[in-house]
């Protein structure tokens, strides 16, 4: 079970329960508890992406493994490990927000690092979700593409 949801309320154990292949949720769910079940896994995926990508990168760094080494140990694609390695390559954990998701990262981990952590920055202090900042990116390169 995710840290995330081993923190979860005690009355989600009463609505969700966690097996190896999946979760079930009892009818008797309430919409904020769902929603909440949603928030924790979704941050477990984020903390996951990063954890993997890290990995990777120690591992590679430390005794020269491929990332074919990694996929077959891990069971992840050869393009989701190396894209996650990549993104991990382009923010050393000091540099990463913690209230923002890796894909938050992703999105801005192409752009010069004063850029991507402007960005960052912005996203945490809005509050914007993935899409959110996704749209106000996209909104500014057509902006220059028309200047």
């Known amino acids: ?13 009463l609505v969700v ?10 009818p008797d769910i ?19 992406t990063w954890a993997f990508a890290d990995w990777a990168w120690f591992g590679k760094g430390q005794w020269g ?9 891990t069971g992840l694609g050869n393009g989701t490990l190396r894209n996650a390695v990549w993104v991990a390559g382009r923010f050393r954990l000091s540099w990463r927000h ?22 960052l920055e912005r996203a945490e202090r809005e509050g914007w979700s993935y899409h959110e900042m996704r749209t106000e990116l996209q909104a500014v390169e057509e902006l220059e593409e028309e200047a």
């Open 30 to 48: 309430s919409w904020d508890d769902w929603v909440d079940v949603g928030r924790r896994l979704g941050q477990s995926a984020s903390r996951v």
């Open 98 to 119: 913690d209230k923002l998701s890796f894909a938050h990262h992703r999105l801005v981990a192409s752009l010069p690092p004063p850029d991507a952590q402007e960005w």
């Open 65 to 73: 493994k491929t990332y074919e080494e990694a996929v077959a140990v």
């Open 17 to 26: 329960k966690i097996h190896q292949s999946g979760i079930q949720f009892s």
């Open 1 to 13: 079970m995710s840290e995330a949801l081993e923190k979860a309320p005690p009355s989600l154990g």
